[in-house]
Antibody, heavy 117, light 106 residues
């Protein structure tokens, strides 16, 4: 059974940094691209970033380019998101998702990030 | 960027009814479309990909259709467990989601 478990969210002040992770199990992690998708409170879904299976290529939405870094450790089957220079508009639940490079076929339970002073 | 517009934003239907949700892309996405279901307080779950292919384990009362810029999700014989929000997503050019449709029971 595919399982994705995020950890590390929380409350952070504007301009500060936060890093969280997603532990994967139930599939060969190093065979798949992975992604982060976020959802602001009572809003829709928004793709944030994708990393291909071996970490050699990454993709970001424009609003987070230069501030967020997606990375992975295939030996630990773990995905990461480093968020710097956080803004109030980054407040959302962040979901880790397995990415076929087209659609997102499995999702984690999500981790809440609140950016507020 | 490709914009995805869903309609309606919300709808109310009775048990056993057939429900249809529409999704329009701002340009041709060549069937690069997926549908997700998100139950209250839960993470999204993939229902359909490639516009009309059912994901593993998804009940057959769900179906997808469409082409070009116009796509739809149909739920036959609505069940109580189908109360959720539904999102479309295009993957022809990067990845963007529709605004969602909230489905409630009448």
């Amino acid at each position: 059974e595919v399982q994705l478990v995020e950890s590390g969210g929380g409350l952070v002040q504007p301009g500060r940094s936060l890093k969280f992770s997603c532990a994967a199990s139930g599939f060969t992690f190093s065979d798949y691209a992975m992604a982060w998708v976020r959802q602001a409170p009572k809003k829709g879904l928004e793709w944030v970033a994708t990393i291909i299976y071996d970490g050699s290529s990454t993709y970001y939405r424009d609003s987070v380019k230069g501030r967020f870094t997606i990375s992975r450790d295939n030996a630990k089957s773990t995905l990461y998101l480093q968020m710097d220079s956080l803004r109030s508009e980054d407040t959302a639940t962040y979901y880790c998702a397995r990415h076929t490079t087209e659609f997102f076929d499995y999702w984690g339970q999500g981790v809440m990030v609140t950016v507020s002073s | 960027d490709i914009q995805m517009t869903q309609s309606p934003a919300s709808l109310s239907a009775s048990l056993g009814e057939t429900v249809t949700i529409e999704c329009r892309a701002s340009e041709d996405i060549y069937n690069g479309l997926a549908w997700y279901q998100q139950k209250p307080g839960k993470s999204p779950q993939l229902l359909i990909y490639n516009a009309n292919s059912l994901h593993t384990g998804v009940p057959s009362r769900f179906s997808g259709s469409g082409s070009g810029t116009q796509y739809s999700l149909k739920i036959n014989s609505l069940q109580s467990e189908d109360v959720a929000s539904y999102f479309c997503q295009q993957y022809y050019d990067y990845w963007t989601f529709g605004g969602g449709t909230k489905l409630e029971l009448k």
